[in-house]
């Protein structure tokens, strides 16, 4: 008869482990040893040496324990602790939870330092036309950064264009994909530039995560050049027809500039060329050091 091959010093640890978890599970499971032996079909002469450290149990017999202690074999095996009681209930409560509501039990949980929050991340927020996305691309692409435009993120997701989201979710409908689809880019990045609707800043809830979870930069422009760079690029919606529309965009403006003042910093596309905003941009960045993840 061969004697049992010995086990490696490397492997002792982890069968300690394994003999203090199993008799710490059947102990509150109120479980004695005959009757695991019963409901996991694995000897009592086997569970002996295996909570003394003694054996060296297969996996698929092992399975079989964890199965019978309402744990899983990861449980049995993994350096950190299993979870119990309150503590599982609400990891299985926040792994089926939406991305959105994930993200607020982050920050709940998290730290209270808003720096920490919002990692290195940075939203570039402003009214149509004053060149997020625009800037959003050039300086992601000179910082060697994700770049993401929100409502590609949103199109994605729902599985059709923007105009189609609207029509079939309609304004409060996209409000709620609008947030969900900022929890769900927080979740996946810890470093991008994100550009948003100059629209996010009417729904409280949206916009107060963008304010938490980002460095943000206000990218502004005369009422008369977001006109000209609307139409520029197709969009000729907001004068046809409208010989009001300029004093509709002003007032527009004028109505949204408190909330967009919230932001960081601000960078005024007024008249200057591409690349001048752009190292505008970029040097706000540098100067706060939104990259290092260490804010203002």
């Not at 939203?123 to 910082?143: E, H, I, N, P, Q």
């Not at 264009?161 to 304004?171: D, F, H, I, K, T």
């Amino acid at each position: 008869m061969t004697s049992p091959k010995p086990i490696p010093d490397g492997a002792i640890p982890m069968i300690a482990r394994l003999a203090t978890r199993v008799r710490a599970a059947r102990d509150a499971l109120g479980l004695p040893r005959r009757a695991l032996s019963e409901r996991s079909g694995v000897s009592p002469r086997y569970l002996a040496q295996l909570e003394a450290g003694e054996g060296n149990i297969s996996v698929i017999l092992l399975e079989r324990v964890a199965t019978a202690l309402n744990l899983k074999i990861e449980d049995l095996l993994s350096e950190t602790p299993p979870m119990r009681g309150d503590v599982a209930r609400v990891a299985r409560l926040y792994q089926a939870a939406p991305a959105q509501v994930q993200g607020r039990v982050r920050a709940l949980l998290a730290p209270q330092n808003p720096l920490a929050l919002r990692a290195q991340r940075i939203c570039l927020v402003g009214l149509r036309g004053a060149g997020k996305s625009t800037l959003g691309r050039m300086a992601a692409d000179k910082l060697k950064v994700p770049f993401v435009e929100l409502k590609d993120e949103i199109e994605a997701e729902a599985g059709m264009p923007l105009s189609e989201v609207m029509a079939l979710y309609g304004q409060d409908g996209y409000r709620a994909l609008e947030a969900e689809a900022v929890a769900r880019v927080v979740a996946r990045h810890d470093k991008l530039i994100l550009a948003v609707a100059g629209g996010i800043v009417g729904d409280d809830d949206a916009y107060d995560m963008v304010l938490e979870r980002f460095h943000t930069i206000w990218v502004r422009t005369s009422p008369g050049e977001h006109m000209a760079r609307v139409r520029a690029q197709g969009d000729l919606r907001p004068m046809e027809g409208n010989p009001a529309a300029m004093d509709q965009l002003k007032a527009l403006l004028r109505h949204r500039t408190p909330a967009y003042e919230r932001a960081m910093a601000q960078v005024d596309t007024t008249a200057k060329p591409v690349s001048t905003s752009l190292n505008e941009v970029l040097a706000i960045i540098a100067k706060h050091r939104f990259l290092e993840g260490l804010g203002p």
